[in-house]
């Protein structure tokens, strides 16, 4: 299908779900950067270093100030008494009694907690942080039979979080790597849903796979095993352009063509663009049509919007709600461009 044609069409699938927003006039091409330099030092410290390319030790002061200042600073602030948040691991304790309150997607537990902890980019060796992972790994149990939190749950779309985090933060997650490379179904991705007999897939809980995976082989060397896994579920990805069923070429579903952030579990495209830009790889042909959607959707002021923030009980609110511009949409979005371009250059 010809470009033109492809986001067309993909315009066509996410119509039904754009939300278009006011915009702020204030913001053109040429300040976004300094908009995003304007916000958290979670945001600034990735957009020194990946938007304006600033010497090591300025980036570095500001990524050390993730903990104690700001959203960081918050989180860590907010761990009980017993080494969790919220009192669980997935769950928070009063989850179960209070299910209207948190809309079904516990976000303020413990491991929705140190995802975000893991995105704000904190340093895991400052002092503060090693004393809060400590506390999770000596503490935190799983809601499903008591497991240790980095020893992993049972459903792979938790553990490949598990494993990015683990490795992050400097525990020792090779266990539950062997059992997620044992779990790969034969299309090449992973489904959480395959202890009940599912054989197909799951993008969701592919591209948690699969970000668990390249983060393990960064930190700890790569093996073979894991190298052929990663690459049969990037293919996974890679053959159905990142959202279309492989049967028939349509949108799975078209949210997937909305940005989020946090993103927890959840799988969009911007997600997956994420993910291939990490792996360092020259892009693949088959993400033109998912990058071409990336840039139909900035606006005219050079900001992204945040498009569909998932339901749930949060911490705080980290950004202006949706058809707003985001910082954290526009940083991760100016940094795929970035090396699509470069590498198509």
């Known amino acids: 299908m010809p470009p033109r044609r492809r986001l067309s069409a993909l315009r066509e699938s996410g119509r039904k779900h ?3 927003g006011p915009r702020d006039t204030r913001l053109t091409r040429m ?34 100030r993730v903990a104690s200042d700001g959203w960081g600073a918050r989180l860590l602030a907010l761990q009980g008494e ?9 769950f928070p304790a009063r989850y179960f009694a209070e299910r209207e309150r948190y809309r079904g997607q516990p976000w303020t537990s413990t491991l929705p907690t140190l995802q975000l902890l893991h995105d704000f980019g904190v340093d895991p060796h400052a002092d503060r942080v090693r004393q809060a992972v400590t506390r999770v790994r000596d503490a935190c149990r799983w809601e499903h039979a008591g497991q240790p939190f980095f020893g992993g749950e049972v459903e792979p779309c938790i553990n490949g ?3 990015t985090l683990g490795t992050y933060f400097g525990q020792d997650v090779d266990g539950v790597v062997d ?3 044992g779990e790969q179904l034969e299309d090449g991705g992973w489904n959480c849903e395959a202890e009940n007999g599912s054989v197909r ?15 393990h082989e960064r930190a700890n060397g790569s093996s073979p095993e894991s190298i052929a896994a990663r690459r049969r579920g990037e293919e996974y990805l890679l053959e159905r352009k990142l959202v ?48 071409d959607w990336l840039r139909s959707r900035r606006q005219a002021d050079g900001t992204w919007l945040l498009e569909n923030t998932h339901p749930g009980a949060v ?20 940094r795929v461009l970035g090396w699509y371009d470069q590498s198509a250059g």
């Open 18 to 20: 754009r939300n278009v």
């Open 31 to 64: 300040t976004v950067l300094d908009w995003l330099l304007d916000g958290d030092p979670a945001i600034r410290w990735q957009a020194l270093r990946d938007l304006a390319h600033a010497p090591p030790e300025a980036v570095a002061a500001e990524r050390a």
């Open 82 to 90: 017993d080494g969790q948040w919220a009192g669980g691991a997935c």
């Open 161 to 163: 979080r598990v494993v």
């Open 179 to 181: 059992r997620l490379l």
């Open 201 to 215: 897939s799951s993008f969701a809980t592919t591209i948690n796979v699969l970000e668990g995976l390249l983060a």
């Open 244 to 291: 279309r069923r492989k049967s028939t070429g349509e949108v799975v579903n078209p949210a997937w063509l909305q940005f989020s952030f946090p993103t927890r579990w959840h799988y969009d495209v911007l997600r997956a663009l994420e993910y291939f830009r990490s792996a360092g790889d020259a892009p693949d042909s088959r993400l033109a049509e998912a990058v």
């Open 315 to 334: 911490h705080f609110e980290l950004e202006d709600g949706d058809s707003r511009p985001s910082r954290w949409i526009t940083l991760r979005a100016l």
